[in-house]
T-cell receptor
């Protein structure tokens, strides 16, 4: 199946710092999604991107759909302890096709 | 509140047991999914139902048997599982097949 690579695999940051993570694929996607998963819970949708170059914000989170359509980026500004969790990207090649998920970036915020 | 609920949240079963996982969505969606989440691995799609019809079975062993009686409910019947089947089983739903999916909290399964 399709492989999505997320980077970095884990991050340890101080509260208040900004965070950047990315997701790359070997083929072109038309939709990128970013989810956050808290321990013991299911993934919660953060941001959906549908157009190359699109930049979308949700509070302190900003995600971008890469212009090559093979990558996407998620930034978190001024991190807080509740940002702790695993962040997953998901990509879809065409409407009606399966979504593929990355292996996740684990974020730890040190107060 | 995601609008997708799963029960039980935790389940321990022996290899000879039969159990069922239940998923219910309150979002008015028409597609529902089962995923398996194991440590350090991407989410694995198991089954897809669209308007109660199974549209995808991702080579899942027959010891996992899905059932979708209506668009709001999805079950995963388990029998003679193996220890390597221990994982978090996530249910998701979307408006139509393969649109943006919304996940339930998952059932943490341990097979002894």
């Amino acid at each position: 199946g399709q492989q999505l690579n997320q980077s970095p695999q884990s991050m340890f940051i101080q509260e208040g710092e900004d965070v950047s993570m990315n997701c790359t694929s070997s083929s072109i996607f038309n939709t990128w999604l970013w989810y956050k998963q808290d321990p013991g819970e299911g993934p919660v949708l953060l941001i959906a991107l549908y157009k190359a170059g699109e930049l979308t914000s949700n509070g302190r989170l900003t995600a971008q759909f890469g212009i090559t359509r093979k990558d996407s980026f998620l930034n978190i500004s001024a991190s807080i302890p509740s940002d702790v969790g695993i962040y997953f990207c998901a990509g879809q090649a065409n409407t009606g096709n399966q979504f593929y998920f990355g292996t996740g970036t684990s974020l730890t915020v040190i107060p | 509140e995601t609008g997708v609920t799963q029960t039980p949240r935790h389940l321990v079963m022996g290899m000879t047991n039969k159990k069922s996982l239940k998923c219910e969505q309150h979002l008015g969606h028409n597609a529902m999914y089962w995923y398996k989440q194991s440590a350090k691995k991407p989410l694995e799609l198991m089954f897809v139902y669209n308007f109660k019809e199974q549209t995808e079975n991702n080579s899942v062993p027959s010891r996992f048997s899905p059932e979708c009686p209506n668009s709001s409910h999805l079950f995963l019947h388990l029998h003679t599982l193996q220890p390597e089947d221990s994982a978090l089983y996530l249910c998701a739903s979307s408006a139509t097949n393969q649109e943006t999916q919304y996940f339930g909290p998952g059932t943490r399964l341990l097979v002894l």
